[in-house]
């Protein structure tokens, strides 16, 4: 069964934003090459985890193969625990894809072929492939497959969720078969669901299926974490959003393939989009290597590097294809795109009423007028002790100056005064990520910890805790100037 909207909320809550990329070690074409013992290559792999550690990346996803198990499935999962140990060891969390209908037919095992030279992803393979696919009788291995593999990795922290089947039913140049890939697609989550992992089921909505109604639907219905791809302009993603935010019940949602520079998906038009949503994202591609997925996807043979690469950040030393983007990428992952609070007293003034301050009264959350002549009683309501978030040192909670001990934090959606009880409820109901302004990005608004995409809002005075809109003036109602304390 499906995760409720408030177990997947919690879980995700509980992570820092998603920022990296989908990883293959660049000496591998395919993920067969990756796996298979006698090309698994633990020091690239090493090294250039590393390399995305040092972006400020926080997680990778990774492909898997049904024939790596079915011909070894011990020795496979050996290699699965050392790539996580890897992995770890990093920083990084992994999310792991099972199936796949994408680029070509008729996998095998054995020595890889060599990349096709100007091809992008010239020899990456389907999983299962379109024979096995097309024929349910030979399912049977597949469900041991998927069982095997999420029960023995399934309690583990240091997988993040379970790509159950990238892109099923593909029908763009060079990927698979539509039929029967939606009853494998359903199989695959019985499957999982089965093996009960504590991390939470997906499968991605991509352009293929994003206007068929019975594969997004189903996703909709049975993905814990909303996960698409989107390799489009800003406007159609953030409209992508809007849609599966709406439409997933206001479940998490996460893009697990995007970056595609030549045709308007770059990271400097995306990530301040996905921070700001909230939205975890992958970008295709690390390093440059034999996948060749720096060649755009129609590239012909034998073509010359092109001078803007498609997908990939790095070359195999770890210098950037544009240097510009480590930039951009790191000014994001270095602070997860929040705005840095000093610690210490501070008032918060309003930005549409700036003759009223962030205050406490009755233990409720308001905005009230006050200038010189407010009572010493008023001025220490609206006086705050800025301190790293009870849930997490990188947000902020904010603490009575007059009433130490009791803290900001929502409860019914209602801003209150409450002491700090230590329980992990009221801990998360206290913490707020200070993010830019959505009226004025030299200010700042609080998004709740615990209910991503609400945030700290004035109506009639009050404030509440209320999911995000689009127009003027809830951007100006949830906006705030941090001003010296009214009270010393």
Not at 26 to 54: C, H, P
Not at 228 to 251: C, E, S
Not at 272 to 300: A, H, I, M, R
């Amino acid at each position: 069964m499906q995760w409720s909207n408030d177990k997947a909320n919690q879980w995700y809550a509980e992570r820092p934003w998603l920022i990296g990329c989908n990883f293959i070690p660049s000496t591998s074409v395919n993920q067969l090459e990756m796996w298979q013992e006698e090309s698994f290559d633990y020091e690239t792999i090493r090294r250039e985890l590393g390399y995305a550690k040092g972006l400020g990346f926080n997680t990778v996803r990774v492909f898997l193969h049904n024939l790596l198990w079915e011909y070894d499935a011990t020795r496979f999962k050996q290699r699965i625990e050392s790539y996580l140990e890897m992995a770890d060891r990093a920083g990084i969390c992994t999310l792991f894809v099972l199936f796949d209908d994408c680029w070509n037919d008729n996998p095998s095992w054995g020595k890889q072929p060599n990349p096709i030279p100007g091809i992008h992803n010239s020899q990456w393979v389907r999983s299962p492939g379109s024979r096995v696919v097309d024929n349910p009788q030979d399912w049977p291995k597949l469900n041991r497959y998927v069982k095997d593999i999420i029960g023995a990795f399934g309690q583990d922290k240091r997988v993040l969720m379970w790509d159950l089947y990238n892109e099923p039913g593909s029908s763009g140049r060079n990927c698979g078969p539509e039929k029967n890939a939606f009853a494998l697609l359903q199989q695959a989550f019985e499957w999982a669901r089965s093996a009960n992992p504590i991390q939470p089921l997906t499968a991605g909505i991509y352009r293929g299926i994003s206007s068929n109604n019975k594969f997004k639907q189903f996703l909709l219905e049975q993905s814990d974490v909303i996960t698409f791809h989107n390799y489009n302009d800003v406007t159609n993603l953030k409209n992508q959003i809007l849609d599966l935010k709406t439409k997933g019940g206001r479940r998490p949602v996460v893009c697990t393939e995007y970056m595609a520079r030549t045709i308007g998906s770059r990271f400097e038009t995306h990530l301040p989009v996905f921070e700001q949503e909230w939205v975890g994202c992958y970008n295709w591609g690390l390093v440059k290597g034999k996948t060749q997925t720096y060649y755009p996807w129609d590239s012909p043979y034998n073509a010359p590097e092109p001078k803007v690469w498609f997908h990939d950040i790095m070359r195999e030393n770890g210098t950037f294809s544009i240097f510009q983007e480590m930039e951009i990428i790191k000014t994001i992952t270095q602070g997860y795109g929040l705005k840095s609070l000093r610690e210490g007293l501070g008032s918060f003034q309003s930005f549409n009423y700036q003759d009223h301050h962030v205050r406490h009264k009755d233990y409720l959350g308001y905005i009230s007028p006050m200038n010189s002549s407010s009572s010493t009683l008023e001025k220490n309501d609206a006086t705050w002790n800025i301190k790293p978030g009870l849930a997490n040192t990188r947000a902020v909670s904010l603490e009575s100056k007059n009433y130490p001990g009791f803290y900001l934090r929502h409860q019914n959606y209602r801003l209150k005064l409450n002491q700090n009880d230590h329980t992990d409820l009221f801990v998360a109901d206290a913490t707020f990520w200070p993010k830019e302004g959505l009226a004025d990005k030299n200010a700042i608004s609080l998004m709740s910890f615990n209910y991503p995409d609400h945030y700290i809002r004035h109506r009639n005075y009050e404030l509440w805790l209320d999911l995000q809109a689009s127009d003027d003036l809830f951007k100006k109602d949830a906006t705030f100037d941090i001003v010296p304390p009214l009270a010393l």
